[in-house]
Structure formats: structure tokens, C-alpha cells
T-cell receptor, first 115, second 112 residues
């Protein structure tokens, strides 16, 4: 099992460019999440998907959109990148309580720089 | 408001010294609390959770509801414990798709 995978690992964008961060999990988890990690700020939730077909905003959703493509994949899109979106982005997945461990499993992260 | 506070950005100790990473939370219900760890160049991973009441890699954490704390402790630090540690709270334990609320993290540096 690869667990949670993310692509790309690194990306540099110019202000105003768009891009999609990809996330996939092979653990058959129902729930998936996108977080951003900034120095001194910890991890903050951007969007999450409790189950296939549903998405909800987290703490810092502005400037982002998400798509739960299927049970395995949950992508994060930046339509018009801004320097404030320079961060490390983590995808995570989990199983709802009662259906196995609800521990969240994290991907390796995508380091994004917006110039 | 739901909040997790880790008051120390950096904790530096010598090998063999005791370690205590502090975590306080603000939550009106019964929280589920976790410690996650991120070693250098590795992904975030679960270290332990309070309901398991287990010791992982020599670390333990006890939930103190009176003090709303969940401090992480280890009696004798090792150099390989050097990492970033995050305390996290699950505000709606038992519900699907519950995202975690993270503290800002504490970097533990263990030197010989």
C-alpha cells in the first residue's frame, strides 16, 4: 500500500497562475482532507470531504477549490495563485469512527512557492 | 471557541533528560486528543491518542480535563526524538469526516 500520495512534490508558480494539487489514497477511506502548513501557524484545514460526493469548507478556504473525483482522489485547485498561498500542502484521509480506525493518514506534502 | 495551544515553539534538551511538551485545549464537549509527529523530511504521522492510553516510543500523554491539558512526556529523551510535534483535537469525535484542529507545533531538539 502506498497510503496517501501527492503530486507534485514541489511547484513554483507566478502570481496569477493556476494549478491543481493531486491527492490519492489506496486505503479505501471515505474521508479526505486538505491542510496547509505555515511556519508558526501549524496545520490549518482548507477543505475536507466527509465522503464521496461531498465537500465542505474548512478554516481557510478562500482562494481554493476542491474536487472529490472519486473515493480515491481529492484534488485542490488554485485558480489564481497569490504569494500568500506559498505553503506546504498536506492531504490526509481517514475512515469514519465505527468503520475502523479514524486516525488521519497524511501524504508527503507539496511545497508550493508563489512568486 | 475550539482551540489547541502549544505554548513552546522550541524545546531544547540534552539526551537523557526528561521531556514535557505542553498542550492545552479549549473545547466544551468531550474531546478526542492526539499527538502527531513530523520527523525531518518525513510525513506527519500519529504518535498517540488519549483513548488508547498507550506508550509509543517511550512517550505518554494523559488527558487532564480539569486543566484542559494533554501534555506529552518522556522520561529520557533520545536524539532520534528530535522532530516537530503537533497536538491535535477532534471536535466531533464519532462523526464522519471530522477534521482535526492542530496546535502550532513544538520543535523538539535533543542534543548529546
Amino acid at each position: 500500500n502506498a497510503g496517501v500520495t501527492q503530486t507534485p512534490k514541489f511547484q513554483v508558480l507566478k502570481t496569477g497562475q493556476s494549478m491543481t494539487l493531486q491527492c490519492a489514497q489506496d486505503m479505501n477511506h471515505n474521508s479526505m482532507y486538505w491542510y496547509r502548513q505555515d511556519p508558526g501557524m501549524g496545520l490549518r484545514l482548507i477543505y475536507y470531504s466527509a465522503s464521496e460526493g461531498t465537500t465542505d469548507k474548512g478554516e481557510v478556504p478562500n482562494g481554493y477549490n476542491v474536487s472529490r473525483l472519486n473515493k480515491r482522489e481529492f484534488s485542490l485547485r488554485l485558480e489564481s495563485a497569490a504569494p500568500s498561498q506559498t505553503s506546504v500542502y498536506f492531504c490526509a484521509s481517514s475512515e469514519p469512527p465505527g468503520q475502523g480506525s479514524d486516525t488521519q493518514y497524511f501524504g508527503p506534502g507539496t511545497r508550493l512557492t508563489v512568486l | 471557541a475550539q482551540r489547541v495551544t502549544q505554548p513552546e515553539k522550541l524545546l531544547s534538551v540534552f539526551k537523557g533528560a526528561p521531556v514535557e511538551l505542553k498542550c492545552n485545549y479549549s473545547y466544551s464537549g468531550s474531546p478526542e486528543l492526539f499527538w502527531y509527529v513530523q520527523y525531518s523530511r518525513q510525513r506527519l504521522q500519529l504518535l498517540l491518542r488519549h483513548i488508547s492510553r498507550e506508550s509509543i516510543k517511550g512517550f505518554t500523554a494523559d488527558l487532564n480535563k480539569g486543566e484542559t491539558s494533554f501534555h506529552l512526556k518522556k522520561p529520557f529523551a533520545q536524539e532520534e526524538d528530535s522532530a516537530m510535534y503537533y497536538c491535535a483535537l477532534s471536535p466531533s469525535y464519532g462523526q464522519a469526516g471530522t477534521a482535526l484542529i492542530f496546535g502550532k507545533g513544538t520543535t523538539l531538539s535533543v542534543s548529546s
